[in-house]
């Protein structure tokens, strides 16, 4: 049985750092995935659980990559490592963004704020509707979804006129349209039931 890998000395769960501290720390270490940077507070990685995180988190991507397909210019990105602002180093679920000049940097990290985050949202479910919620709401993020895979739920925020999160409803089918992505629809139901059918088959055209 292999043993944990070791930790840096200053990446330990709740230490104080800025992102640049953050960043050069863990890259000493190749070994480290998922740890994150949120509020200027590290979050090393639970366990992950494959019915509720991994496969949900799976359904997503598909969900993304499916629309995504229809443009060069967009990129679905699985979790990477996202250069947000100087609190705030995190490595979302899911992303779907425009790729534009400069949108990541020589190490391959994106340095662009995504028009849309998604987060599978399990044993960090907190996290997720509270610090990250407010680090992507400061940062400019459009759209971001939070799938409460144990609710069985999912938030939708959007940016509103004030610079605030507001809630998006699905209509009474069940259906959310991205306001930044036409034709990206998400059944709502249908995400809940891991239903992949129905989900791909909200895509418009």
Known sequence: MSSAPKLTAELENGAVMTREEFHAAYLQDPQLHRVELIEGIVYMPSPISLTEHGQPQGLVLRWLDSYADRSPSLVASPPATLLLDDRNEPEPDAMLLRATPGWV????????????????????????LHQKKRAYERAGVREYIVWRTRDRAVDWFEIGPDGRYITRQPDQAGLIESSQFPGLVLNVPALIAMDKTRVLAAIRS
């Open 105 to 128: 940097d020589d190490g391959g990290h994106i340095v662009k704020v995504p028009e849309l985050v998604v987060e599978v949202a399990a044993s960090s479910r907190s996290r997720d």
